[in-house]
């Protein structure tokens, strides 16, 4: 039995079988309204064709990362779903009048005053992130409040609250210097969610944050997690020591100036030409392309919105897979193999995952269903890629 689906005229299931429980061998199309691929339900990201691959695509400067400043501080100003009679709160913000000098009635040993009622008032914890590239005195960064206690922030103001670094500047202690200080309004982001939210541009960058990245005259370059081979990291020494765009050819030189570590980072030594100029160094290696790339076979599921992205050509292993009340059969001997793929240029002899989901995305198998598919694939090792769940 052969459906169609829009202008296609092909046979549906690629290398795919479906069975309905007690009903024998037919296809799901025959069971099930099939509807134009243009509205699948769950979504496949097909890849396109991209620019030659630079090294600075993959790969990171070590020293460059992105750092967290954090902080207590008070919130102001709401309309009773402060922290009440929260002993820390109580104490932070009578240190906090103290320090404006506003007189605090009360035992000074117990820190109780007589008479105070901070039902308006919450302590909170402050962050804010600090991109890779560091920050400059006067920079201003989004800041996140998230409340200790306290049922709902809406309608809150942060009092001035000094941010810290998260490093820690000896075995017991942490890093105390003030980098930032953040003060504003706090907005919420999700409503559902009243005991957190933002603050845009609310936190002031008081000192410059430096993240050097030359170390011993040389700069380490990073790979991201999903490029860490060693393959890989051999083609980017490779392309760095064969470079004549840095002025530097092994081939002349003799010994090279990038060295592979591991699979996760490559060493490479400044020339002398650029010992005073580290930045311009750096960019030429960044762009230095990569023409002998491995193909990196990485599938990525993000069961939240039910997008699937993936490389191209990502094979199946011959199995079977039992969902509700359906069974799929990959390339199996039970007359899957008549089917062909619903695309015309695909070679249906080898399964792919990408004939699969575009299989399932034209016999209206819902996002959640196929995600789940893909993980019983994946755990029975029928994936020849690796699968990140998002």
Known sequence: ??????????PLIAAVTLWLAGLGQVE????????????PAGRMVRPSQFQQLCVGNICRLKGQERNTLQGMGL??????????????????????????????????KSRKPEK??????????????????????????????????AKSLVGGFLMMTPLVGPVPSGDDARDATVYAIAQGLVRLDDKSTPSSGKITLGCRVARNIMNPFVKDNKITLVLNRHHARFRVAKEIEDAVNFSRE????????????????????????????????????????????????????????????????????????????THQNMTIDIGGDSGASEFVGLDPAADSSVPTLKALVQSMNALRVSAKDM??????LDARGAIYGHVIYR
């Open 1 to 10: 039995m052969t459906g169609h689906v829009g202008p296609y005229r092909t």
């Open 246 to 321: 840095l002025g530097y050819d092994r081939e002349v030189n003799g010994l090279g100036i990038a060295r592979a570590i591991d699979q996760l980072t490559v060493e490479v030594t400044i020339l002398d030409q650029y010992r005073d100029s580290p930045v311009e160094f750096a960019a030429l290696v960044l762009q230095q392309e990569l023409r002998d790339m491995p193909r990196n076979a990485v599938v990525v599921v993000n069961e939240t919105t039910g997008v699937i992205t993936m490389s191209a050509d990502i094979e199946l292993d011959p199995s079977a897979v």
């Open 75 to 108: 919130v102001t100003g709401l309309n009773g779903t402060g922290d009440g009679a929260f002993g820390p709160m109580s104490r932070a913000l009578m240190a906090a009048m103290e320090k404006l000098q506003v007189p605090v009635a009360g035992d000074p």
């Open 116 to 149: 105070f009622d901070p039902k308006n008032v919450a302590l909170v914890m402050v962050t804010a992130d600090i991109p890779e590239e560091g920050a400059r005195q006067g920079d201003e960064l989004d800041c996140t409040i998230t409340s200790l206690n």
């Open 28 to 39: 799901l199309a025959a069971q099930q309204e099939v509807v134009p691929l243009a509205e």
């Open 371 to 376: 995600i789940q598919i893909i993980r019983e």
